[in-house]
């Protein structure tokens, strides 16, 4: 009777045990929602219930699954439940069938998606084990992606493009704007009795190849009643005209981007260009798409991220016969408005008086540093880049040996002459010069000794009597600053022109060269010091830094902070205390004499009083060679002192004397 009662006892143990060791809905469910959450769908298929898995494949089911999360780029995906209590799991284990309810959340390109949905679990015998022993499946079926997927369902993904932010000038003018283009395509069926000929009338006027023609028309798509868009153009009547007067071809009312000051301010502005397979392997592939358009050079580019905006994104599920449902929308933001410091009327003005000349030029306020044009010359239209009908029109810009694509106000030049004032303001802060004072110089040449071998600094004319800094302004004295610069040393020198913003980074929005005083830095060598004190040597600066050290002697001693967006705040100081009231005083009177007495007689022509400098830089490997010369010129109004503007016209040898200052003269007539 004991052995009966013990075995009695040990049954009920083992019995109890193997209750307690079978899996319930919740371990098993738990176990699937870890596989879900990880992304192991291979995993989670495994978990399907015999009925859902021969309703579903694997492709029908978790892979379609796993690629529309690609497609919608999940991200953050978070899958909760709540477990069934004791009495719930009782009943299931009874029944053999649970349903529990869980919670979906997860991030896609178009934003958060959640849902609540539940699950159906049902016991049955193990995959691939003996039949007495069971476990829980998921019935899965398609609500378990989105609860409103149909089985024939999809999930599409829609998208608002942007529109692209313009950029302005300071009064609102035009810069880069989204204006009417059309898009000229053929109608293959309409070509007429001769579509060879027409064919090649197109071609020619589009300024491009038949065979790219033929290829477009030549597509899988094409029929004989659908237009086929070949090029887009501007709206100029008289070559639309012709185009349409073209068997076969039609024209279609766009929207692209249009810059109306053209060569003006190409350098400046830039252009947008189509978006390449490079661009997309780093840009935001939720934004960029290969038919995408993307800033190329200047404001087009700088400001790419604020121009462009973000496109609009849904997410529906659109189930046959039925209207959208939004899982997820991210509205449309079109891009910003780019308003700049640039005044167009002064950026056309001051282009212009360039003609067929290269070269430089910037204008800027000396009181609230803001950038008032930035000119490089030549250049070319970026219209014609976008919609041009030349077929060779890269060509020709490469073959121009004037080099139209160079970027001049965003590189560096030697300064020549129009370094002086600067030379004579170093000189004045540390001591070296005193106004009033002047030395005697002898002759055109002058050297200081065995240490030069052969070297002189020559001057263009000789002195009557001692030569002071307004003297030697006046009269553009290499051997005055050349003399100044040596008897203050290169330490104190470098260290002036540090003061006025050389060897640092220039503080402006858009990307232009540093100005530096030498390769290295430095002026170890006594006639390179002396070459640098008349902007020879290695001394090199960017044409709107130029303008800017002028200002401290119109703007209380102070350099202010160039500025290209008007909602930088202006009036900054970038260097301050640069010179006194006196000194400054003093060296503006010698500019205006250089007008009326000096080297800058040419400047008389304005229409108004104009203070300036002028130089030459020459650029020769040696003083016994001869070479290319760049001629300078900075100037401003004497009485308004309202705006700057320094220029620089390249290879000036042969040209007639005073170039850079009469285009200077002829800008200023023109904008007052």
Known sequence: MKRIIMLFVFLLILGACSEKDQATPNDRFQDYVDHWNELEFDQMYEMFSKNAANTYSEDQ????????????????????????????????????????PFNVQLETTAGPI???HEATLIQQEEKDEDEDSKNWYIEWESGFIFPALKENGQIQIKTTAPKRGEILDRNQMPLAINDTIYEIGIVPGNLGENPEQSKQKVADLLGMSEDAIDTALN????????????????????????????????????????????????????????????????LDSSQYSANDKIGSR?????????????????????????????????????????????????????????????????????????????????????????????GNFWEKLEEDERNPVLNRFSATFAPGSVIKPITGAIGLTNGSIKLGDGIEINGLTWSNGE???????????????????????????????????????????????????FEEEFPFEYPVTSSTISSSGKLDDEVLLANSSYGQGELEMNVLHLALTYAPFLNDGNMVKPTLLTSEE????????????????????ALRKVVTDGTGRHAQASDF????????????????????ENGWFVGYPTDGQDIIIAMMVEKVQDKESGLATKKVTDAFNKIK
């Open 298 to 390: 200047g404001l087009e580019q700088l400001y790419e991220e604020q121009l462009k905006g973000k496109k609009g994104i849904r997410i529906v599920i659109a189930n046959e016969g039925e209207e959208d449902i939004v899982l997820a929308e991210t509205p449309v933001e079109d891009g910003e408005t780019i308003t700049t410091t640039i005044d167009i009327n002064i950026q056309e003005k001051i282009f212009n008086t360039f003609k067929d000349d290269a070269g430089t030029a910037a204008a800027v306020d000396p009181k609230t540093g803001e950038a008032l044009a930035l000119v490089s010359s030549p250049s070319f239209d970026p219209n014609e880049v976008l919609y041009g009908t030349s």
């Open 219 to 282: 597509a899988a798509w094409v029929e004989d009643n659908l237009f086929v868009p070949l090029k887009s153009v501007q709206p100029k009547e008289a070559l639309l005209s012709e185009l349409l007067a073209i068997d076969g071809v039609q024209s279609r009312e766009m929207t692209g981007r249009v810059y109306p000051a053209g060569e003006a301010a190409a350098h400046l502005v830039g252009y947008i260009r189509n978006v390449t397979a490079d661009d997309l392997e780093k």
């Open 570 to 589: 202006t009036g900054q100081v970038w260097k301050e205390g640069l010179v006194t009231a006196e000194q400054a005083n003093a060296i503006k009177d």
């Open 609 to 628: 009083p104009i203070s300036g400098k002028t130089g030459t830089a020459e650029l020769k490997l040696s003083n016994d060679s001869s070479g290319d």
């Open 61 to 100: 089911s978790v892979l379609r699954t796993q690629s529309i999360y690609n497609d919608i780029g999940v991200s953050d995906l978070q899958v909760s439940f709540e477990e069934l209590n004791e009495e719930q799991l009782d009943i299931a284990m009874k029944e053999g069938t649970a349903t529990i």
């Open 114 to 116: 959640s849902f609540e």
């Open 451 to 501: 240490g030069w071998g052969d070297y002189e600094v020559r001057r263009v004319s000789t002195s009557n009597g001692p030569v002071d800094l307004a003297d030697a302004l006046i009269r553009s004295d290499n051997i005055f600053f050349a003399r100044k610069a040596v008897e203050m040393g290169a330490k104190s020198y470098t260290d002036g022109l540090k003061e006025f913003g």
